[in-house]
């Protein structure tokens, strides 16, 4: 039996099948890549040994086998904690990227930064790219190495040294920047009263309060340090630091002062100058004193003088003077027999094995003349032919 359909049930089946059809064409338009191809996001090194605070640039490359571009949403599905990282495209940030059809090498860089105190240990960082139907995932796998882990030092090659007070001590230090970011590095010392530490980069005479270090660098640095005049004989600790925004480097100095050596020459009066005479001995009273806070041994007397002068002393040497404790002698100086009028200048010296102090005397010479002794010898007469005149005419 043949069934016949109306007009009303073919126009129906009609339209089902416009409709049918209608949604078919959205859905194939709607999600092309599913039957059209696929996304890869790729970096030629996914796996990398790195240190603690390193900054990473991974150069991601993208290839659509699909026949139509398309645009790709970037994001971070997953990154350890205190880690940063970041999409870049043209200098700048972003979030997604237009991916035509084929290979899209270099199109975004992704930077990753690695916290300064990460601890040794392997590290995943999930990436994910999607859009147009497409998606790709990319891990990247971080090895924190312990070997590589931090490092930044402030050390010095000879960090004791010993001497007499008085002297400059210099340390030579070194400061390692060890993080993946330039540093610059403050500089401060905790010196005792009196003391004065400055910093200055080697190879320079210019003092200096902070200098910049480059990532993975160092500076080579000369501590100079000062004791205060007559500093006590001991061992003294300058503590000296280096910091900078994320890093504080410590180091520890040391002087040993084995002892003050100071001698002073002079005279009780603190007057340097005195009259002589020609062929004529004069005494000049000296003091020796020991400046210093150690005892002094063997300390001599000597003399620089114009020629044909003498200079004898009441005792050339001084064999233990206490420390801080002062001396007199006497010294004996007997200008040339040609010696004409005039000044002169006359150096003594008091000196051992340590330490030594000279003093220039000036010696103003005095010469009687032919004419001063006629002088005297009339006046003589004169007197004498004065007295023989009263006691002959006197009485009468």
Same mark, same amino acid.
């Given at each position: 039996?043949?069934?016949?359909?109306?007009?009303? /049930?073919?126009?129906?089946?009609?339209?089902?099948?416009?409709?049918?059809?209608?949604?078919?064409?959205?859905?194939?338009?709607?999600?092309?890549?599913?039957?059209a !191809?696929?996304?890869?996001?790729?970096?030629?090194?996914?796996?990398?040994?790195?240190r603690? !605070?390193?900054?990473?640039?991974f150069?991601?490359?993208?290839?659509?086998?699909?026949?139509?571009?398309?645009?790709?949403?970037?994001?971070v599905?997953?990154?350890? &904690?205190?880690?940063?990282?970041?999409?870049?495209?043209?200098?700048?940030?972003?979030?997604?990227?237009?991916?035509?059809?084929?290979?899209?090498?270099?199109?975004?860089a992704?930077l990753?930064?690695?916290?300064?105190?990460?601890? &040794?240990g392997?590290?995943?960082? &999930?990436?994910?790219?999607?859009?147009?139907?497409?998606?790709?995932?990319?891990?990247?796998?971080? =090895?924190?190495?312990?070997e590589?882990?931090? @490092?930044?030092?402030?050390?010095?090659?000879?960090?004791?040294?010993?001497?007499?007070?008085?002297t400059?001590?210099t340390?030579?230090?070194?400061?390692? %920047?060890?993080?993946?970011?330039?540093?610059?590095?403050?500089?401060?010392?905790?010196? #005792?009263?009196?003391?004065?530490?400055?910093?200055?980069?080697?190879?320079?005479?210019?003092?200096?309060?902070?200098?910049?270090?480059? +990532?993975? /660098?160092s500076?080579?640095?000369?501590?100079?340090?000062?004791?205060? %005049?007559?500093?006590?004989? @001991?061992?003294? =600790?300058?503590?000296?630091? +280096?910091?900078?925004?994320?890093?504080?480097?410590?180091?520890?100095? =040391?002087?040993?002062? =084995?002892?003050?050596?100071?001698?002073?020459?002079?005279?009780?009066?603190?007057?340097?100058?005195?009259?002589?005479?020609?062929?004529?001995?004069?005494?000049?009273?000296?003091?020796?004193?020991? !400046?210093?806070?150690?005892?002094?041994? %063997?300390?001599?007397?000597?003399?620089?003088?114009?020629?044909?002068?003498?200079?004898?002393?009441?005792?050339?040497?001084?064999?233990?003077?206490?420390? !801080?404790?002062?001396?007199?002698?006497?010294?004996?100086?007997? #200008?040339?027999?040609?010696?004409?009028?005039?000044?002169?200048?006359?150096?003594?010296?008091?000196?051992?094995?340590?330490?030594?102090?000279?003093?220039?005397?000036?010696v103003?010479?005095?010469?009687?003349?032919?004419?001063?002794?006629?002088?005297?010898?009339?006046?003589?007469?004169?007197?004498?032919?004065?007295?023989?005149?009263?006691?002959?005419?006197?009485?009468?």
């Open positions: 039996m043949m069934r016949r359909f109306s007009s009303a /049930g073919c126009r129906w089946g009609r339209r089902v099948f416009a409709a049918l059809t209608s949604a078919a064409l959205a859905v194939s338009l709607a999600v092309p890549s599913l039957a !191809g696929g996304l890869e996001m790729s970096t030629s090194y996914p796996g990398q040994t790195v603690a !605070g390193d900054e990473l640039e150069s991601l490359d993208f290839d659509n086998s699909s026949s139509f571009g398309a645009s790709v949403s970037l994001s599905v997953s990154l350890p &904690e205190g880690w940063s990282g970041t999409f870049e495209g043209d200098g700048g940030e972003i979030s997604q990227v237009y991916v035509k059809s084929g290979e899209n090498d270099g199109a975004v992704f990753l930064t690695v916290p300064a105190d990460a601890a &040794e392997v590290y995943a960082v &999930e990436l994910l790219a999607s859009g147009g139907g497409m998606s790709s995932q990319l891990t990247l796998s971080l =090895t924190v190495d312990a590589e882990t931090g @490092g930044s030092a402030l050390t010095c090659e000879y960090a004791q040294q010993e001497g007499a007070s008085g400059s001590f340390f030579n230090t070194t400061v390692q %920047n060890s993080t993946a970011q330039e540093q610059t590095y403050s500089f401060s010392a905790n010196a #005792p009263t009196g003391w004065t530490v400055s910093f200055q980069p080697s190879g320079e005479s210019t003092q200096v309060a902070a200098v910049t270090v480059d +990532a993975r /660098g500076q080579a640095m000369e501590v100079v340090v000062t004791p205060p %005049n007559g500093v006590e004989a @001991g061992e003294y =600790t300058i503590p000296i630091s +280096a910091i900078s925004g994320t890093e504080s480097l410590s180091s520890e100095l =040391t002087v040993v002062i =084995t002892g003050s050596y100071t001698l002073v020459l002079s005279t009780p009066s603190g007057l340097l100058s005195f009259d002589g005479s020609a062929g004529r001995q004069s005494t000049v009273t000296l003091s020796v004193t020991n !400046g210093g806070n150690v005892d002094l041994q %063997n300390i001599n007397l000597s003399s620089s003088t114009p020629d044909g002068w003498t200079v004898e002393f009441s005792q050339s040497s001084i064999d233990v003077l206490e420390a !801080g404790a002062t001396q007199e002698l006497t010294a004996y100086v007997t #200008p040339s027999e040609e010696a004409l009028s005039g000044d002169y200048a006359l150096t003594l010296t008091a000196s051992n094995s340590e330490t030594s102090d000279s003093t220039e005397f000036r103003t010479v005095k010469t009687e003349t032919l004419w001063g002794v006629v002088g005297v010898l009339l006046i003589l007469a004169a007197v004498a032919g004065l007295g023989y005149v009263f006691r002959k005419y006197g009485r009468r």
